[in-house]
Nanobody, 121 residues
Framework: QVQLVESGGGLVQAGGSLRLSCAAS????????TGWFRQAPGKERELVAV???????TYADSVKGRFTISRDNAKNTVNLQMNSLKPEDTALYYC???????????????WGQGTQVTVSS
């Protein structure tokens, strides 16, 4: 069992930056794949970025070059550095974890409560 708590969301102007953190508790978090997903009102939950236990990463095309996912297994945290934010990045951002590496949110077993990111134009 893994418990996930997100933090770091907020309101920022377009072009600004935010850093999201996902703190995990539970056994053997270092072997889990962990991802950030987002959901805007009226839209489906979508991939932002995922990182595997070995550091392999996958990014959505819409955030490549602007967002960076990283993990610190010693601290049981996964971070998402978001730069050059755009209004279309506005969404509720979720952290998720699973033993299997996937870009599909449906494959993830453990989820946090989400943190809101709002980018004003």
């Amino acid at each position: 069992q893994v418990q996930l708590v997100e933090s770091g969301g907020g309101l920022v102007q377009a072009g600004g930056s935010l850093r999201l953190s996902c703190a995990a508790s539970g056994r053997a978090f270092s072997i889990y794949a962990t991802g950030w997903f987002r959901q805007a009102p009226g839209k489906e939950r979508e991939l932002v970025a995922v990182i595997n236990w070995n550091g392999d990463t996958t990014y959505a095309d819409s955030v490549k070059g602007r967002f960076t996912i990283s993990r610190d297994n010693a601290k049981n945290t996964v971070n998402l550095q978001m730069n050059s934010l755009k209004p279309e990045d506005t969404a509720l951002y979720y952290c998720a974890a699973d033993l299997k590496y996937s870009t599909s949110p449906g494959q993830y077993s453990f989820w946090g409560q989400g943190t809101q990111v709002t980018v004003s134009s």
